[in-house]
Each structure stands twice: as structure tokens, then as C-alpha cells.
């Protein structure tokens, strides 16, 4: 079966973003922007579930990350082992992690490594790889949402939700890392495969390596933290 890219127009594609997507020889679909991500990544993926039914594997993208050919193949790789979600190692735009949270809650400097072994962790955002069997799994415990309305229906597989933390109290999981949740309450694993090294455009490319640097010329603007 052939692996879907889906790149999530929120802006302009970036040019290392389409030049990314060209390189990838992947089946590509890119996405309108919305006001609410949520609703857009929901969107993409219950359209996918649908009109793609010999894809097995979604990867979801940003307009602002650079990647390489050989990143995602190793993301379908382990993807279609799992079974599950597979992130590659996305920066954030600050420099100050990367958008991974590992099982024990802790920040792992070993991801920043493309020798580093693929890893199961607790959440993950940025480039994610989605096995067709998570959604389908996930949609029998959600709601079909606007059955009939303007706009598709859609499962809301994103839909941010309050979590409760066993040290932090609640807290607000964005649309990926609950997206990761719902997919882990029904049974299914999240990985981070180092092999798959993201650039986050910022005022530079951020990759894993760079984060240190970068995150000390923003931490000024950021007010110290």
C-alpha cells in the first residue's frame, strides 16, 4: 500500500517545504489553512479514512518543516511495525525542545541522534506518521461531527482535551499530543524514530541540532525562560 504526505497549508507552503514534498516521490495531498488546526487535521484524516482507502500509512506536515526522503521511509517503516503513531524529532520554532514527550515525562537528549533506536513515548507532535488502523479504531469510539453541514464531516480525532496529570493536575493536551491520547486510550503505541530529523523554520531552519543555539537567541524575547 502507498504511504499518503499531507502537508497542512496553514500559510504558504514554504519553500523548503515544497522543495521537501518534491523529493519525497510520496503521494501528496496539500490541505487549505483553517483558523482551527484541530478541525483542519481532523478534516484531512477522515477524508483520507475515505477517499484513500489504499493508503495505509497518512504522514501529516507542516507549511514550516523540512524533511528528507529517506526520514519518511524510515517513519513507514516503523509505522507499519508498530502499528501505530510515529513521530520524527521536530524542534520547536523556540529552540527549546523538541515537541516529544518521553514516557517518564522527561526531555531526551539521545533523539537528537539519528543513531538513536526508535523509542515509544508518551506523546508527540510535529511530523507525525498515522497507521490507517489508529483512525479506524479511534472513529468507533467518536462522534461523526456536521453530518449536515456546509462543511465534511469529520471525526474529531484532534480535538484538544483537558488531561489529568498525574503530577501536573489538569492540563491542556494540543491537537497532536491528544490526538496521541485517544490513540493510546484505545490500545495503541506512540514512537519517535530518530532517523527522521525535522527542520522547523523559524528565523532559521531548526533541527535537533541546532536547538541549543537557536533557543539562546530567542530566550531574550521569550523573557528569560
Not at 22 to 49: K, Q
Not at 71 to 91: F, Q, S, Y
Not at 124 to 145: D, N, Q, T, Y
Request: aromatic residues 8%; contains cysteine.
Amino acid at each position: 500500500m502507498t504511504p499518503t504526505l499531507v502537508i497542512m497549508a496553514h500559510r504558504n507552503v514554504s519553500i523548503p517545504t515544497f522543495i521537501s514534498t518534491l523529493r519525497s516521490g510520496y503521494n501528496v495531498e496539500v490541505r487549505p489553512g483553517d483558523a482551527l488546526i484541530d478541525r483542519a487535521r481532523s478534516i484531512a484524516a477522515s477524508e483520507w479514512m475515505r477517499n484513500v482507502p489504499d493508503s495505509d500509512v497518512m504522514i501529516m506536515a507542516d507549511d514550516d518543516f523540512w524533511f528528507t526522503r529517506e526520514g519518511l521511509d524510515a517513519l513507514v517503516e516503523v509505522c507499519r511495525d508498530v502499528k501505530g503513531i510515529v513521530a520524527g524529532v521536530t524542534p520547536l520554532r523556540s529552540g527549546s525542545r523538541t515537541a516529544i514527550v518521553a514516557l517518564n515525562g522527561g526531555v531526551e537528549e539521545r533523539w537528537k541522534s539519528e543513531q538513536a533506536p526508535a523509542e515509544e513515548v508518551r506523546w508527540a507532535g510535529g511530523l507525525l506518521a498515522f497507521h490507517r488502523i489508529v483512525f479506524e479504531k479511534m472513529k468507533i469510539v467518536l462522534p461523526l461531527l456536521h453530518k449536515n453541514d456546509v462543511i465534511p464531516s469529520f471525526w474529531p480525532f484532534f480535538l484538544p482535551m483537558i488531561y489529568e496529570h498525574e503530577h501536573d493536575g489538569p492540563i491542556e493536551l494540543s491537537e497532536d499530543y491528544a490526538c496521541c491520547e485517544r490513540a493510546r486510550a484505545c490500545g495503541f503505541e506512540v514512537w519517535v524514530e530518530p532517523r527522521c530529523q525535522v527542520g522547523h523554520l523559524a528565523s532559521v531552519i531548526v533541527t535537533a541540532k541546532e536547538m541549543k543555539r537557536v533557543f539562546e537567541i530567542h530566550q531574550p524575547m521569550l523573557g528569560g525562560k
